[in-house]
């Protein structure tokens, strides 16, 4: 594939989700659908409440038009195609419906977590009924084992993997651009790696899902006209650890997706010493919070993070490519 073609995804998305975007955000704001920050949150965050949200219906949508339109001009479209991108606007449909909860019924919790988790679950259990329709091979990698080929363990593994990382780029996303920077690295990633196994459906994908979060970007950097919410966190963390299956790369994703995997960790260790020794470890979680209360801007958060994720997904590169 010339790398011509690969720029056709990407600038195609690009120019949907920019060009749709401000539509998108004046819709929102004469009906006044705005986020209200959380109560528990830092104090400056408050002058970000009544933003403009689900800003990750424009980008999923146009990643997902251009994944489907590219892959059949290129006569590529399978059922790997339908997997990723059906398992996307799964979770899109998940997130928008807690959003919807929270900005338009003004329900402050949107879904509950019960609701949410199994709904999460349902949406991995698609990916695993798409993946044996595919023909694929349901290998895992178990440490100090080997290659295991065995069906009930690979659905039990996709199922907990894609739910745990859709959480986790969910946790991620509370400052602005996090997640837009953090997930473009990370899907970028993934296009190299998949161009390296000659999988063109993931590398139209990742394209594709570049595209539509940079265009998103120029309205979500500091200070953000829009945040991506739930519709939008939820099928990216979803869609990076289906592409990770796709390559039969899983344990890469620890790496690629370090900064989600560190987001998430850092609220499971500030639960659990509560819990257990009544202290927390840090200020507040996730830890993005906790630099933002020690005094640093959220600039420097947030191109740090992005530091540390290009580095990871760097390093993910050479010991999986």
Known sequence: MHWTEMLMPFVFSFGLAI???PIFIGYLRIRQFGQTTREEGPLWHEVKSGTPT??????????????????????VLNVTSWMLVLVLIFFALIGFWDDFLKV???QNEGLT????????????????AFFYWSGSTPLLTIPFIGAVENWFLFAVFAILWITGFSNAVNLTDGLDGLVAGTASIAYGAYAYLAYRQDQIEVLLFCLAIIGGLVGFFFFNKKPAKIFMGDVGSLALGAGLAVVSLALQLEWSLLI????????????????GSFKLRGKRIFKMSPIHHH???????EWRVVLTFWFVELVAAIIGIMLFG
């Open 19 to 21: 060009s749709i975007m």
């Open 54 to 75: 689900m800003g990750g219906v424009v980008f999923i949508l146009a990643a997902s038009l251009v994944v489907i339109g590219t892959a059949i001009w290129k006569d």
């Open 104 to 106: 338009f019924r003004k």
């Open 113 to 128: 977590s019960k609701q949410k988790f199994i709904a999460q679950l349902v949406g991995s259990a698609l990916f695993v």
């Open 256 to 271: 690629i997706g370090l900064i989600f995997v560190i987001e998430t960790a850092s609220v499971i260790l500030q639960v």
């Open 291 to 297: 630099f933002e209360m020690s005094g640093w801007s």
